[in-house]
């Protein structure tokens, strides 16, 4: 999710937490998955392994609180909250519409995590639609 | 709004990169500023009215 950085002190701080953060995310994920494959726990043990995972997401999402905070280029800035609203107003229209889907008997579901992975697919459309819209030529 | 930057800029022979380094902004924000996607915070509008010491209603003008 490094797309987000614009090459600022706050950028590349986001930039290393992600990563080490997206690389904690794959370790515990990996690991809660072959335990529970084999071990299968229950009650408090198995809603811990399931919390594990949420932690480094948790770690994303602070990253990116304290990027907004620390971002001293304000247009950076602006790009980044809007690439989260258009990330939150596609997953909620999405979340919406298979809501009413289900009220109407729909009996369909969404793979897990749905929400999440379109979450972030958005936001790096929408970066990457900011990057091609605010190119520069070399000798501008 | 619009503003005057570009014209600014090109009367001192400034890159946008040149200008942004001197603001301490990404290029992206001074083309964003120039092209008028992006209307600077009264904060940055008066960093770039000291840095080309004039008033800052010499650089953007409302278009009302």
Same mark, same amino acid.
């Given at each position: 999710?490094?797309?987000?950085?614009?090459?600022? @002190?706050?950028? *590349?701080?986001?930039? =290393?937490?992600?990563?080490?953060?997206?690389?904690?995310?794959?370790?515990?994920?990996?690991?809660?998955?072959?335990?529970?494959?084999?071990?299968?726990?229950?009650?408090?043990?198995?809603?811990?392994?399931?919390?594990?995972?949420?932690?480094?997401?948790?770690?994303?999402?602070?990253?990116?609180?304290?990027?907004?905070?620390?971002?001293?280029?304000?247009?950076?800035?602006?790009?980044?909250?809007?690439?989260?609203?258009?990330?939150?107003?596609?997953?909620?229209?999405?979340?919406?519409?298979?809501?009413?889907?289900?009220?109407?008997?729909?009996?369909?579901?969404?793979?897990?995590?749905?929400?999440?992975?379109?979450?972030?697919?958005?936001?790096?459309?929408?970066?990457?639609?900011?990057?091609?819209?605010?190119?520069? *030529?070399?000798?501008? | 709004?619009?503003?005057?930057?570009?014209?600014?800029?090109?009367? =001192?022979?400034?890159?946008?990169?040149?200008? @942004?380094? *001197?603001?301490?902004?990404?290029?992206?924000?001074?083309?964003?500023?120039?092209?008028? *996607?992006?209307?600077?915070?009264?904060?940055?509008?008066? =960093?770039?009215?000291?840095?080309?010491?004039?008033?800052?209603?010499?650089?953007?003008?409302?278009?009302?």
């Amino acid at each position: 999710m490094g797309w987000f950085s614009c090459g600022s @002190a706050a950028g *590349k701080r986001y930039q =290393r937490t992600v990563a080490v953060e997206m690389g904690a995310y794959l370790a515990i994920i990996e690991g809660v998955t072959q335990y529970v494959r084999h071990d299968h726990p229950a009650g408090w043990v198995l809603y811990a392994v399931a919390a594990a995972p949420s932690v480094p997401i948790l770690g994303v999402l602070i990253a990116m609180g304290r990027y907004l905070r620390d971002e001293t280029d304000e247009y950076q800035r602006d790009v980044m909250v809007r690439c989260l609203l258009i990330g939150t107003a596609v997953v909620l229209a999405v979340t919406a519409f298979f809501g009413f889907l289900r009220s109407f008997d729909w009996k369909g579901e969404l793979p897990p995590f749905t929400e999440f992975v379109l979450f972030w697919l958005v936001m790096a459309g929408a970066k990457a639609y900011y990057r091609f819209a605010d190119r520069v *030529k070399d000798d501008a | 709004m619009h503003n005057r930057l570009r014209v600014l800029r090109a009367e =001192r022979s400034w890159s946008q990169a040149d200008l @942004a380094a *001197k603001l301490e902004v990404s290029r992206q924000s001074v083309n964003a500023i120039e092209t008028g *996607k992006y209307d600077p915070s009264l904060p940055l509008a008066f =960093r770039i009215a000291r840095l080309f010491e004039t008033r800052i209603e010499e650089i953007f003008q409302d278009d009302a």
